[in-house]
């Protein structure tokens, strides 16, 4: 008899926790392992950590950290946003114009347009699009790549990153 509670009880716990994790997967965060230099300083080459699903409910803003799971580019990749739904961005050869208007490019860690084929271009985004590059620009394999330049909302998954390892980068990204 008690072997048989205890069976039902590991049972019960082992359930449990596979329907807490899938909660969580689904809900509240997903795992993420950053691939590449792209996001070079602020996120490194195997760094580890979760990114949250449910802070997207609170929209997504200029600058913020995202991931994207998109068919044209074959896997999850972790980049940051530049231009919002509606907006025209013009290149300048190390020059972002939103609406006309000289962005801030605070995170740019090596920005020249005119190299990477983007001097001149103007792209303008629809209702439902984002475009976004990676904070170390000529290794970045971003919205520059594509020939639709721009990801839909329903493509972004998720938005910052907390790191967990290596433990020296541990904290939100």
Known sequence: MKKDSFLIDMLKTFISSIIIVLIIYF??????????????????????GFSGKFTLLFGI???????????????????????????????????????????ADPYAYYA???DLGMDG??????????????????????????????????EIISKGIFIFYPFSEFGIK
């Open 112 to 114: 020249d347009y005119e």
């Open 121 to 154: 271009v103007t792209v303008t985004l629809g209702d439902d699009e984002y475009f976004v590059l990676g904070d170390n620009r000529n290794v970045s394999k971003d919205s520059r790549a594509y020939s639709d330049p721009a990801f839909k909302r329903s």
């Open 27 to 48: 809900f509240i965060a997903i795992p993420v392992t950053v691939n590449g230099n792209s996001m070079y300083p602020d996120l490194k080459n195997g760094d580890f």
């Open 61 to 103: 803003d200029r600058y913020d950290i995202v991931v994207i799971d998109s068919d044209k580019t074959g896997d999850k990749i972790v980049k940051r946003v530049i231009g919002l739904p509606n907006e025209t961005l013009t290149f300048d050869k190390d020059e972002i114009y939103v609406n006309g208007e000289l962005l």
